[in-house]
Nanobody, 114 residues
Framework: QVQLVESGGGLVQAGGSLRLSCAAS????????MGWFRQVPGKQREFVAR???????AYADSVKGRFTISRDNAKNTVYLQMNSLKPVDTAVYYC????????WGQGTQVTVSS
């Protein structure tokens, strides 16, 4: 059973930084593309960033230049470094493991105050 557990969310002022972590258990993440998504109430979950098994990355236009996704396969963990945060970044952030079977974490709340 694959489990993904996000952590690192919280309340931060605009312009601040947070680093989210997604720790996987039950299976190694090394062969998989991993991603971060976010969702606000009443809206669809949206793509934020992803990283392939080889380290290739892609970002939503809204976070390019501010967010950085990385992975540590030895720790079975994926990270999202978020800098220059804005109130519009407020959301629940979810980790996803891509693959024939997709897995999601339970989410971590990020709130950015103005």
């Amino acid at each position: 059973q694959v489990q993904l557990v996000e952590s690192g969310g919280g309340l931060v002022q605009a312009g601040g930084s947070l680093r989210l972590s997604c720790a996987a258990s039950g299976s190694t993440i090394s062969p998989n593309t991993m991603g971060w998504f976010r969702q606000v109430p009443g809206k669809q979950r949206e793509f934020v960033a992803r990283i392939t098994s080889g380290g290739g990355t892609a970002y939503a236009d809204s976070v390019k230049g501010r967010f950085t996704i990385s992975r540590d396969n030895a720790k079975n963990t994926v990270y999202l470094q978020m800098n220059s945060l804005k109130p519009v970044d407020t959301a629940v952030y979810y980790c996803k493991r891509f693959g024939p079977t997709e897995y999601w974490g339970q989410g971590t709340q990020v709130t950015v105050s103005s």
